[in-house]
């Protein structure tokens, strides 16, 4: 078996997939972890897999489902996984695959129920993190609107703890067009603001239905004019001192109470 090194042409044209700009134009990104190397083989947009010799034994099922799938596997030296990594201590097995994200349209399908809206986000971990929690509470999409962050980031992929290839993720630069198309889709249209009309604990009727959630950036929140474009303005009560709710733990709660709230409405 060869080893791979850092200036073996595979591992160099890999090492790319690190840029953003090199993601758009190949069509390719970077999956590293067991978990989400994994999660990427089930869905089934693995092109080939790199690993450092020292994780074969913790990552044999892994390699085994990749063969078995007809997937080039390629041992690596410690030096080219740590070229393929943007963490610290790199887990030693990175996949390459085809981008995962879809159009639009694509998304939100027909009928759907509940969509998380990231707005011009622009942190990959908090990307990720909303991606997991739609994942967990069955939400049909996730639709990135505006200037936000590439959703096959390395951080927001890890973030993402494998959920990136549960559910369909969209990309869409104008705000306008993308609110627009959820309106089309039949949703309801909901802004988180601190000074929202409506308290999320008096909600669960207008949160029964087909429901669209918008979650702002984490410094500035949502532009006042994309908030007041939305159908209804909802405050997360806070009964404590604390001056506010990070994207992530604001986009956990309301989308856990839409899930709840439709259950419900399903059950009765």
């Given at each position: 078996m060869d080893m791979l090194t850092e200036r073996t042409p595979r591992v160099v044209s890999a090492v790319k997939l690190l840029r953003a700009s090199?993601?758009?134009?190949?069509?390719?990104f970077l999956a590293e972890g067991t978990n989400s190397v994994t999660?990427?083989?089930?869905?089934?947009?693995v092109r080939e897999l790199?690993?450092?010799?020292?994780?074969?034994?913790?990552?044999?099922?892994?390699?085994?489902?990749?063969?078995?799938?007809?997937?080039?596997?390629?041992?690596i030296s410690a030096r080219a996984a740590k070229g393929l990594?943007?963490?610290?201590?790199?887990?030693?097995?990175?996949?390459?695959?085809?981008?995962?994200?879809?159009?639009?349209g694509d998304a939100l399908g027909v009928d759907p129920t509940l969509i998380a809206v990231p707005v011009e986000v622009s942190e990959p971990?908090?990307?990720?993190?909303?991606?997991r929690v739609a994942d967990a509470v069955g939400a049909?999409?996730?639709?990135?609107?505006?200037?936000?962050?590439d959703p096959h980031n390395g951080k927001c992929v890890r973030a993402s703890a494998g959920s990136l290839f549960h559910l369909p993720i969209a990309r869409e630069r104008s705000v306008e067009q993308g609110l627009g198309a959820l309106r089309a889709s039949g949703m309801k249209i909901l802004a988180t603001a601190a000074d929202g009309e409506i308290d999320l604990d008096d909600a669960d009727e207008?949160?029964?239905?087909?429901?669209?959630?918008?979650?702002?950036?984490?410094?500035?929140?949502?532009?006042?004019?994309?908030?007041?474009?939305a159908d209804h303005r909802v405050r997360i009560p806070i009964h404590g001192r604390a001056e506010s709710l990070?994207?992530?733990t604001a986009a956990a709660i309301c989308l856990y109470s839409s899930a709840r709230a439709q259950r419900r409405s399903r059950n009765n």
């Amino acid at each position: 078996m060869d080893m791979l090194t850092e200036r073996t042409p595979r591992v160099v044209s890999a090492v790319k997939l690190l840029r953003a700009s090199e993601r758009r134009k190949s069509g390719l990104f970077l999956a590293e972890g067991t978990n989400s190397v994994t999660e990427a083989l089930g869905a089934g947009v693995v092109r080939e897999l790199f690993y450092a010799e020292d994780s074969a034994d913790r990552n044999g099922s892994v390699l085994d489902a990749a063969r078995s799938a007809g997937i080039r596997t390629h041992a690596i030296s410690a030096r080219a996984a740590k070229g393929l990594s943007d963490t610290v201590t790199p887990p030693g097995i990175v996949a390459v695959c085809r981008l995962v994200d879809v159009a639009l349209g694509d998304a939100l399908g027909v009928d759907p129920t509940l969509i998380a809206v990231p707005v011009e986000v622009s942190e990959p971990g908090n990307a990720g993190t909303v991606i997991r929690v739609a994942d967990a509470v069955g939400a049909d999409a996730v639709v990135l609107l505006g200037d936000s962050v590439d959703p096959h980031n390395g951080k927001c992929v890890r973030a993402s703890a494998g959920s990136l290839f549960h559910l369909p993720i969209a990309r869409e630069r104008s705000v306008e067009q993308g609110l627009g198309a959820l309106r089309a889709s039949g949703m309801k249209i909901l802004a988180t603001a601190a000074d929202g009309e409506i308290d999320l604990d008096d909600a669960d009727e207008l949160l029964s239905g087909p429901t669209a959630w918008l979650f702002g950036n984490e410094a500035h929140g949502l532009d006042a004019t994309v908030a007041a474009s939305a159908d209804h303005r909802v405050r997360i009560p806070i009964h404590g001192r604390a001056e506010s709710l990070n994207l992530a733990t604001a986009a956990a709660i309301c989308l856990y109470s839409s899930a709840r709230a439709q259950r419900r409405s399903r059950n009765n």
